[in-house]
């Protein structure tokens, strides 16, 4: 049986990137596929020593380094967790819309930004490998939220 035929997308793009699939790398990204999108640094390591207790504390996080390396992944801090958390970056982006008042985080697919990105690259002289867009303000149930009545 050839294991390779059930490796995900990502996993194929480490290979062919030229990184060897060691089972520390496989397991931190099978748990942060199957997250949802969103999880901690402290998350990511219980859950891949929940599902093998030989990969160590130290290889988790030079797993998370290098899959944001890669821009497989992005640190964030939403909330007003001290910890990371990273979230997936499918196609190379990742949109937040953040509440400031209940920190709720909305999330959204569609944004315009290749244009801008291409103005970017030609006048940065830089290549740009994905981003990470975060809009702030309030949503609609805390902005309908009566105010405090004032002094
Ligand atoms: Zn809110
Ligand atoms: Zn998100
Ligand atoms: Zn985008």
């Known amino acids: 049986m050839d294991r390779h035929l059930s490796l995900s997308p990502r996993a194929q793009r480490l290979r062919e990137a030229g990184y060897k699939l060691t089972s520390a790398r496989l397991t931190v990204l099978h748990v942060i596929e199957t997250s ?11 859950r891949v020593t929940a599902l093998d207790d030989s990969i160590g504390r130290a290889s988790v996080f030079r797993a998370l380094d290098l899959f944001t390396r890669l821009s497989i992944l992005r640190p964030t801090y939403i909330g007003t967790s001290a ?7 499918p196609d190379g982006h990742h949109h937040h819309m953040i509440c400031i008042s209940c920190n709720r985080v909305i999330e ?10 291409a103005e970017l690259e ?4 830089v290549h740009i490998t994905g ?9 609609d149930d805390c902005y309908n939220q009566p105010r405090p009545s004032k002094l």
């Open 83 to 89: 910890t990371p958390t990273y979230v997936l970056m």
């Open 122 to 125: 030609t006048r940065l002289k």
């Open 36 to 46: 949802g999108g969103h999880v901690t640094s402290s998350e990511v390591l219980e």
């Open 108 to 117: 959204f697919e569609d944004c315009e930004l290749d244009e801008l990105a």
């Open 131 to 139: 981003h990470l867009l975060e809009f702030y303000g309030l949503c």
